[in-house]
């Protein structure tokens, strides 16, 4: 449990930690709450030589939220989970962050690290997709937009360039009367999502007007159900479309198999979990 040596810098900028990933993109790491690198490490399953601290950029910190919301990328758990104003406008933050590990991980542990790092199990992939979320990257070339549903490409792999920092999380300001809903399954061991349903709906005349699943620990990577939020779309949120909504995001899971959770039960706990989801917008 102890890592291989490596170089630490802590940059002082965006700037300056773009510079240090450009000078050796693969044996570099950016280091943010440690929560996962640090481990990785221990267990010497990376060796970067060098290690690169961006704790200190003040670029990436901070929760905004006026007419847009912006969410710096060293935001951590604990900081979402506090955040009033988020809670208010956004409830579906409190509802993740709480679920999250305990408070020592929701202390260190950054929503732009759990987002770079993509983990399968992450709750915050699900929630940014389900908020049609943008996440702003800076590199070399300069700064480009990428919606979370098209960020998450494969396990533990996002569309993050070697040389580039995810700097922030947009989330277009939400229409009157929009719902939300956090709901997971959590591993018993360490929190994560064994299945996690994060939905945004918005009810008008009766009538779903606006609906988006995102849906991780499913599967091999994060993704939006968009066949279910099709399906509800004006139609009233009846439990024969709830459950219709349920067995085609099921439909389109290819589930994950493990020593904790079967393919075929996993696909059993999301089907459950999003009529639980969305039957709890339905009274709100
Ligand atoms: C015991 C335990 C339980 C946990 N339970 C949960 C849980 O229930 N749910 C959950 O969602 N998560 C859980 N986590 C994960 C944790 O919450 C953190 O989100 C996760 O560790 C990554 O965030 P970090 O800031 O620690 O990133 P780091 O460990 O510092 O970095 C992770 C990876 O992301 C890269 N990276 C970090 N920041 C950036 C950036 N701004 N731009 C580009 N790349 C970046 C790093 O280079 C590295 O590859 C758990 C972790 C532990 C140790």
Known sequence: MIPASFDYIRATSLAHAIGLLQTDPDGSKLVAGGH????????????????????????????????????????????LLASEPL??????????????????????GTI?????????????????????????????????????????VDIMTTALG??????????????????FRYRKIRHPASGYAVVG????????DGLVSEAAIGITGATGRAFAADSASAHL????LSSQNIANAALLACEQAECLSDGYASADYRKH???????????SLTNA
């Open 233 to 236: 779309n004006g139609k009233p």
């Open 162 to 179: 070697h040389d580039e920092v995810l700097v922030a999380i947009h989330i277009p300001y939400p229409n009157t009367g929009a719902q």
């Open 36 to 79: 996962t690198l640090i481990p990785t490490l221990k267990l010497r399953l990376a060796s970067p030589a060098l290690l690169i601290d961006i704790g200190g950029i003040s670029e990436l910190k901070g929760i905004e939220v006026a007419d847009r919301v912006r969410i710096g990328a060293l935001t951590t758990h604990a900081e």
């Open 112 to 152: 732009g690290g759990s987002l770079a790092n993509a983990d399968p199990a992450a709750d915050w992939p699900a929630v940014s997709i389900a908020l049609h979320a943008e996440l702003e990257l800076a590199g070399p070339a300069g700064r480009r937009h990428v919606a979370a549903k098209d960020f998450f």
């Open 269 to 279: 706990l999301l089907r459950t979990e999003i009529i639980r989801a969305l039957t």
């Open 87 to 108: 809670r208010k406008l956004l409830p579906i933050f409190y509802q993740a962050a709480d679920l999250i590990a305990d408070p020592q991980v929701r202390n260190r």
């Open 197 to 204: 349903v994060a939905v945004a709906l918005r009810l008008q």
